[in-house]
Every structure is written in C-alpha cells, then in structure tokens.
C-alpha cells in the first residue's frame, strides 16, 4: 500500500499543496522553517488522525483561516482508496474512508499506518516514563482493541480512585470499603495491560537489538528493558501495602501507571552514557522495530516518514540507513533534509532510485525522479 497523492488546504504553512508521490523513496528538500516536516505531520494526521507534533487540531489550521482538509488517494494492490482529513474550528474532527465518514475515528487506526522517525523522538530518551508508556501503548494499540479498551477503562478507574482518596482527605476520614470497589476493576485492567506490555517487549527486543547492531556495525550492545512493580509483588500485594501511602498523597502511588521502560547501552542508561550519534541510533532502532512489529501485526507495510534523520548520525550509519530502507523489506519512504547535495550524494553513491521535491516559499516543486546510473 502506498500514498500516491496528497492534497492540502490552509494546513499549517500551506495554503494550497497537491504531491504526487513515488511508491517508492520521495525526498523533500528546503530551508529551515520551509514546511517540510508539516508534510510528514499531514501524513501522520492520514494515518493516526492526529497531528505528531501538535495535539491540538485547531492549532494546524494556517494562521487566519477557520478549516483546514488532508485529502489523499492510496495504492492498495488493484484498487484505490481515499482518506479525507477536515478541521474547522469549533466542530468535530471528520474523518473519512472512500467518502464515507467514521463513527469513531478508532476504526481507522491500523488501516493506514505509518511511522515518523523525528527529532522530537528524543523525548523517548529525555522524558519522563509517562512519554514511554504512551510509546509503547500506542504500538500496541494499533492491533489489540482489548489492550486499548482495559488502557482506557484503567484510566477512568485511576481517575475516579485518586478523586476519591481527595475527597475523603478533604473530608478527614479514610474508608477503605470504598476504595476497595475501584481496586477489583484497577486490578483487573491493570494484570491484562501488564501481561500485555511484557509479551509485546519480549517480542520487540531482539527486533530492536538486530537493528541497532545493524546500524552500528556491531559496534556497541544496546537493551530494553520493562520495569514494572507488578515482577515483584501482585497487584492485590502492591494495593494493600500501598493503603497509607495513598492516604497521605491522596492519590494511587502503585500500578501499572508507574510502569517505565529502561533504555540502555553497554548496561547503562542511554540518557546518561549515550553520545547523541548513540541515541539517535537507538531511536532509529526503535522505530524501525516498531515498522517491523506494525508490519507482521497489520499485514501491511507502513509509510516511513524519516524527518531529518541525517543529523549527528555518522557517514557508515547514514548509508547503511539508506540501504535498509531502500531494500524491498520497506515500502514508501518520505525523507526530509536542508541540503540538496547531501541527498544526491547519498543516494547516487548508492545506486538508489529517488523522487526528489524542493520547497519554497510555502510550495512543493517536483523537481526530478534521478534513476541512479548503474
Ligand atoms: N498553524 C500554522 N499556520 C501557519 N504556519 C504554521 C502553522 N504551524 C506551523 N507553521 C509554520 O510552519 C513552519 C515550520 O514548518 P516545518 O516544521 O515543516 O519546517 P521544516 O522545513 O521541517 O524546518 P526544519 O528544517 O527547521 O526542520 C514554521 O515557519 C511555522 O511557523
């Protein structure tokens, strides 16, 4: 499956923009600030209805204007399919499938995937564990709608527990009786979402590690690593040797919302003893894992939407980069970069096929297809 056109209207820095895209590799080149990852964002909203770098649609909407739409035609073996995107300000999302509009627009997730390696992946590393959770969950929630249904009706529970630990604070008295009814269905939610999230990372590992000793050269080991309080007490355990601890802090200081995953090199947390070639090689790693994962899930090859990937990475791991994603095993790739030399380097150096785009003053000019000189 892969897009081959996208048309925008008053979406972020574009008034009006129509692509037609390769099946294959396409490059968008320009300065800073040109719009060329908002092209990228255009396709995630395609494909995740919601935009990678701004959660609030209405803040998409290029400044003045009160709608913006994301139309798009795909290639699916034989056949055609549309994705339509509109925001007006003040409304409801719509989102539609061969002009027929979603109900819930969780039926269209999974059915055109896609995944962004960005700059902004570097939160993975530097953030919190809530940024991690939300990572992993999301992966997972793309193909197991009872993991998405227990994520939500674990949050709902949470919500409602930690507002009663408040109340009762506020009114000075405790009652455990009350608390104990959230804490059947938080344990319930909770056990199946952990079971999950450790299945899925189990699998995910050796997928993550054989491509970062790819891109690496075999140079250094890297790991992942799921911590939860769930490997070394049950939750029932965890609640109850809790109880006074959520009193004082009125709200639920135990579960699977504390969960975190560990990212290291040679043993050591990435975040500390990582360069940043490193870590930008084991973001990469992980998102490509994720491509591989959504891949055999979905059965369907996600567009890859790398923006600005080169930066920090060294020559070896950049044309090793390029020749894996060019390779069969990846269907669409959008890259995005400032130099125009650099993407001609690469990939004639490399003897790869590319569709080649310059933006310029908010508009996209097709300037050529190089069909590498073999
Ligand atoms: N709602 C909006 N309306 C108009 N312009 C917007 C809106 N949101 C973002 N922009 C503009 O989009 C531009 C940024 O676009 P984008 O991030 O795609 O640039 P880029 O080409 O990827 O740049 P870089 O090379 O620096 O990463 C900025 O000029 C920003 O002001």
Request: aromatic share 14%; net charge negative.
């Given at each position: 499956m892969s897009l081959s056109k996208l048309s925008l209207i008053n979406f972020k820095n574009y008034k009006q923009a129509d692509v037609s895209l390769s099946p294959d590799i396409n490059c968008f080149i320009g300065p800073n600030g040109a719009g060329k990852t908002n092209i990228l964002d255009a396709i995630y909203y395609l494909s995740m209805c919601k935009s990678y770098l701004n959660p609030v649609d209405s803040q998409n909407?290029?400044?003045?204007?009160s709608f913006f739409v994301i139309?798009?035609?795909w290639n699916k073996d034989e056949d055609q399919e549309s994705v339509y995107c509109g925001v007006k300000k003040g409304q409801k999302k719509v989102f539609k499938k061969n002009k027929v509009t979603y109900e819930k627009l969780a039926d269209h997730i999974g059915l055109f995937p896609a995944v962004m390696i960005s700059?902004?992946?570097r939160n993975l590393i530097l953030e919190g564990s809530e940024v991690r959770r939300k990572w992993m969950d999301g992966i997972i929630a793309q193909f197991d709608r009872d993991f998405l249904q227990d994520l939500m009706k674990y949050g709902k529970v949470l919500s409602q527990r930690n507002?009663?630990?408040?109340?009762?604070?506020?009114?000075g008295f405790f009652d455990q009786e009350s608390i104990s009814v959230w804490d059947e269905q938080l344990i319930a939610c909770g056990k199946n979402i952990h079971k999950v999230r450790k299945r899925v990372v189990e699998e995910f590992i050796p997928i993550f590690q054989k491509y970062y000793q790819?891109?690496?050269d075999n140079k250094e080991e890297v790991s992942l690593e799921y911590r939860s309080q769930l490997f070394d007490q049950s939750f029932e355990e965890l609640l109850e040797g809790a109880k006074r601890n959520d009193q004082r802090k009125q709200y639920t200081t135990v579960g699977t919302h504390k969960d975190d995953f560990g990212f290291t090199i040679k043993g050591h947390p990435i975040k500390k003893f990582g360069s940043q070639g490193q870590q930008k090689s084991y973001l990469i790693a992980l998102r490509l894992a994720q491509y591989e994962w959504l891949l055999s899930r979905l059965n369907r090859k996600p567009v890859l939407l790398l923006d600005d990937i080169f930066d920090k990475l060294d020559n070896g791991r950049v044309e090793r980069l390029m020749q894996m994603v060019s390779d069969?095993?990846?269907?669409?790739?959008?890259?995005?970069?400032?130099?125009?030399?650099r993407i001609?380097?690469?990939?004639e150096n490399n003897q790869i096929e590319y569709k080649a785009f310059h933006i310029e003053e908010n508009s996209i000019v097709e300037t050529e297809t190089k069909i590498a000189s073999v």
């Open positions: 909407i290029l400044f003045g204007e139309q798009s035609i700059p902004y992946d507002a009663l630990l408040k109340n009762m604070s506020s009114y790819w891109l690496s069969q095993d990846f269907g669409q790739v959008l890259i995005t970069d400032t130099d125009k030399q001609a380097t690469i990939f």
